[in-house]
């Protein structure tokens, strides 16, 4: 049986959960999440929690989408009365970053200026060498940190590049004479 589903999640206050037959919404101060609720599972709202039950748990799928569908649900109530943050960190002589309007723009070391274009939804602060991205889907904060990681990850010589705060790049010892 699957032991994340099993646990019930509570639901802070001035957050509402909507049960339909194929999804579950999510109403909170920073925003509104849907996430689908998979055949062969049933919810249900009493006193402030929200509980999922399986029909089937025989069956190895069914015990899979269980777990998932009461992390989704748990991600999306987080992320409706907090929000997530992912900080990346830019590491290199001549390496920024500013917000303008709705664009990013990064200065990487190449011969040109990279744009990326702010999401509807996210929010980006820069300070000095940080960029914290704001938003309240836990999944799209994630996929825009890493797409803005990938411009240009962190090389193991010297370790510039653009990398999650906090994360450790393993250097390899350079050439020697």
Same mark, same amino acid.
């Not at 019930?8 to 049960?19: F, R």
């Not at 569908?69 to 500013?98: H, K, P, W």
């Given at each position: 049986?699957?032991? $994340?589903?099993?646990?019930?999640?509570?639901?802070?206050?001035?957050?509402?959960?909507?049960?339909?037959?194929?999804?579950?919404?999510?109403?909170?101060?920073?925003?509104?999440?849907?996430?689908?609720?998979?055949?062969?599972?049933?919810?249900?709202?009493?006193?402030? /929690?929200?509980?999922?039950?399986?029909?089937?748990?025989?069956?190895?799928?069914? +015990?899979?989408?269980?777990?998932?569908?009461?992390?989704?649900?748990?991600?999306?109530?987080?992320?409706?009365?907090?929000?997530?943050?992912?900080?990346?960190?830019?590491?290199?002589?001549?390496?920024?970053?500013?917000?303008?309007?709705?664009?990013?723009?990064?200065?990487?070391?190449?011969?040109?200026?990279?744009?990326?274009? $702010?999401?509807?939804?996210? /929010?980006? +602060?820069?300070?000095?060498?940080?960029?914290?991205?704001?938003?309240?889907?836990?999944?799209?904060?994630?996929?825009?940190?890493?797409?803005?990681?990938?411009?240009?990850?962190? /090389?193991?010589?010297?370790?510039?590049?653009?990398?999650?705060?906090? /994360?450790?790049?393993?250097?390899?010892?350079?050439?020697?004479?």
């Amino acid at each position: 049986m699957s032991r $994340v589903g099993k646990k019930s999640i509570s639901i802070p206050s001035g957050v509402n959960v909507t049960i339909s037959a194929t999804d579950l919404s999510v109403k909170g101060p920073k925003g509104e999440l849907s996430s689908p609720l998979f055949p062969g599972i049933t919810a249900s709202v009493a006193e402030n /929690e929200v509980s999922l039950q399986c029909d089937n748990l025989t069956s190895k799928s069914s +015990k899979a989408n269980y777990g998932m569908a009461r992390a989704l649900l748990a991600n999306n109530i987080l992320g409706v009365s907090c929000g997530f943050t992912r900080t990346l960190e830019l590491r290199g002589v001549g390496y920024r970053a500013q917000v303008q309007g709705s664009k990013l723009n990064l200065s990487l070391g190449f011969s040109h200026p990279v744009e990326y274009p $702010v999401p509807q939804g996210i /929010e980006i +602060k820069v300070d000095k060498s940080l960029i914290h991205i704001h938003g309240v889907d836990k999944q799209t904060v994630g996929q825009i940190a890493s797409e803005i990681r990938a411009f240009r990850p962190p /090389e193991p010589y010297k370790g510039k590049g653009v990398r999650y705060q906090n /994360e450790r790049v393993i250097m390899k010892e350079g050439k020697k004479s």
